[in-house]
């Protein structure tokens, strides 16, 4: 068929000295014409982290008082949304446009919008291995959660990304994705995101798979 879908969903939970639980989700949508691929991806991933402080009270260490108190916040919040549309120009050569959000309350970016066209080049296009490069220019919004003085919530920028896949094995495959996307007005608020995956399929429908996500903003 021509279109693909993949879900999945992570859950962490840690006890001790301090209590965190992590849940993610995710999930990549792809459909493919004879010269176009339209391809839609959505995630997120939220942290709350209870730590504990003890105090003791008393005259002596013989008769003494523990105080326990607890405080919950939340140490990570990231969700995201993504639309790329590439069509062919050559075998090698496509246009694309794309629209990415995301939003991130406790880096203090309430919203981010981001449009993008450009060129990309497939390096290497093989069964097993493919390899494409994109560079591209387009336009940013930004709501933060405080507004600041001299803050700037608009602008022009020009991107460049590298799409790398490798299968391996029957049922085994790496997948490395990195974006990063510079303003034309500052040179230093450059944002990168870069992201890695191992999967291993265990059924037709079913794979497990372990990951790797990184994101710098240089000027937050």
Request: no cysteine; aromatic share 16%; charged share 20%.
């Given at each position: 068929?021509?279109?693909?879908?993949?879900?999945?969903?992570?859950?962490?939970?840690?006890?001790?000295?301090?209590?965190s639980?992590?849940?993610?989700?995710?999930?990549?949508?792809?459909?493919?014409?004879?010269?176009?691929?339209?391809?839609?991806?959505?995630?997120?991933?939220?942290?709350?982290?209870?730590?504990?402080?003890?105090?003791?009270?008393?005259?002596?260490?013989?008769?003494?008082?523990?105080?326990?108190?607890?405080?919950?916040?939340?140490?990570?919040?990231?969700?995201?949304?993504?639309?790329?549309?590439?069509?062919?120009?050559?075998?090698?050569?496509?246009?694309?446009?794309?629209?990415?959000?995301?939003?991130?309350?406790?880096?203090?970016?309430?919203?981010?919008?981001?449009?993008?066209?450009?060129?990309?080049?497939?390096?290497?296009?093989?069964?097993?291995?493919?390899?494409?490069?994109?560079?591209g220019?387009?336009?940013?919004?930004?709501?933060?959660?405080?507004?600041?003085?001299?803050?700037q919530?608009?602008?022009g920028?020009?991107?460049?990304?590298?799409?790398?896949?490798?299968?391996?094995?029957?049922?085994?495959?790496?997948?490395?994705?990195?974006?990063?996307?510079?303003?034309?007005?500052?040179?230093?608020?450059?944002?990168?995101?870069?992201?890695?995956?191992?999967?291993?399929?265990?059924?037709?429908?079913l794979?497990?798979?372990?990951?790797?996500?990184?994101?710098?903003?240089?000027?937050?």
């Open positions: 068929r021509p279109w693909t879908d993949k879900a999945s969903l992570s859950w962490v939970s840690v006890d001790g000295n301090a209590k639980q992590s849940f993610g989700f995710a999930n990549e949508y792809k459909y493919t014409w004879s010269d176009a691929t339209f391809a839609f991806n959505a995630g997120g991933v939220r942290v709350n982290t209870t730590t504990f402080n003890r105090a003791a009270y008393g005259p002596d260490l013989n008769n003494v008082t523990v105080q326990q108190s607890e405080t919950t916040a939340t140490t990570a919040e990231n969700y995201y949304a993504n639309l790329r549309y590439d069509h062919n120009i050559t075998d090698h050569l496509l246009w694309f446009g794309s629209a990415a959000w995301d939003r991130n309350v406790p880096s203090g970016i309430d919203s981010r919008t981001i449009g993008t066209a450009g060129l990309s080049y497939w390096w290497i296009k093989e069964d097993r291995t493919k390899f494409r490069t994109d560079l220019l387009g336009y940013t919004k930004i709501t933060p959660v405080l507004d600041t003085p001299d803050f919530d608009s602008f920028t020009w991107s460049f990304g590298a799409s790398f896949e490798k299968k391996f094995l029957a049922a085994s495959s790496f997948t490395s994705n990195l974006q990063v996307t510079d303003s034309l007005k500052d040179s230093k608020a450059y944002l990168g995101v870069w992201q890695n995956a191992l999967t291993v399929s265990m059924s037709t429908h794979a497990l798979q372990v990951g790797y996500n990184l994101t710098y903003n240089n000027s937050p």
